[in-house]
């Protein structure tokens, strides 16, 4: 079945820029989708299509795709933006409709 | 306001059933893509299930034969019947609305399931 693979943890210093990436070889036909998760909170999309903010994420947030991986980069890094990543896609092998990646845990020093 | 509240976790022995409930507002769940996710004790999402528009439903392998996710249009409520729960399932089960085929927003607030004798 078709795979969304993360680094499982990530640490930015409070201000820098951070990239965050997901691989997989649906990347390569759909969109990354992405989302925040704070403990005990329910996912929160950050990110979708080729690179669109829903209402109320800021601008700090940014997408991108490059044959099979896609990126959420912060520029600027924030203490609230500690938290865990997911990147989700269709998945083109064709087994289920969607994968989700393994999620990122990201820590701002 | 656009809005997802899950209902209808809770405790449950190994082999038991339970129907989990998620009540919509301010869209119409019949006209949406509708799924559910689930989220292990600190382990990442795992998409479940979903129920298209037209009706047609997928399940992932893992609860495939044992879950069943349906709707109520005259409620605007979205459902998932899970039968001969294992230790495994235990999980916050979300729901979440798939917009435009690719992206799941919004997200109700989840609901646990603890599945232990």
């Known amino acids: 079945s078709s795979e969304l693979t993360q680094d499982p943890a990530v640490s930015v210093a409070l201000g820098q820029t951070v990239r965050i990436t997901c691989q997989g070889d649906?990347?390569?036909?759909?969109?990354a989708s992405w989302y925040q998760q704070k403990p005990g909170q329910a996912p929160v999309l950050v990110i979708y299509g080729k690179n669109n903010r829903p209402s109320g994420i800021p601008d700090r947030f940014s997408g991108s795709s490059s044959g099979n991986t896609a990126s959420l980069t912060i520029t600027g890094a924030q203490a609230e933006d500690e938290a865990d990543y997911y990147c989700?896609?269709?998945?083109?092998?064709?087994?289920?409709?969607?994968?989700f990646g393994g999620g990122t845990k990201l820590t701002v020093l | 306001e656009v809005q997802l509240v899950e209902t209808g976790g809770g405790l449950i022995q190994p082999g038991g059933s339970l129907r989990l409930s998620c009540a919509a507002s301010?869209?119409?769940?019949?006209?949406?893509?509708m799924s559910w996710v689930r989220q292990a004790p600190g382990k990442g999402l795992e998409w479940v299930s979903v129920?298209?528009?037209?009706?047609?439903?997928y399940y992932a392998d893992s609860v495939k034969g044992r879950f069943t996710i349906s709707r109520d249009n005259s409620k605007n409520t979205l459902y998932l019947q899970m039968n001969s729960l294992r230790a495994e399932d235990t999980a916050v089960y979300y729901c979440?609305?798939?917009?435009?085929?690719?992206?799941?927003?919004?997200w109700g607030q989840g609901t646990l399931v603890t599945v232990s004798s």
């Open positions: 301010g869209f119409t769940v019949s006209s949406n893509y």
């Open positions: 649906s990347l390569r036909s759909y969109y």
């Open positions: 989700n896609s269709r998945d083109s092998s064709g087994n289920h409709p969607w994968v």
């Open positions: 129920i298209y528009s037209g009706g047609s439903t």
């Open positions: 979440a609305r798939v917009n435009w085929d690719n992206w799941f927003d919004p």
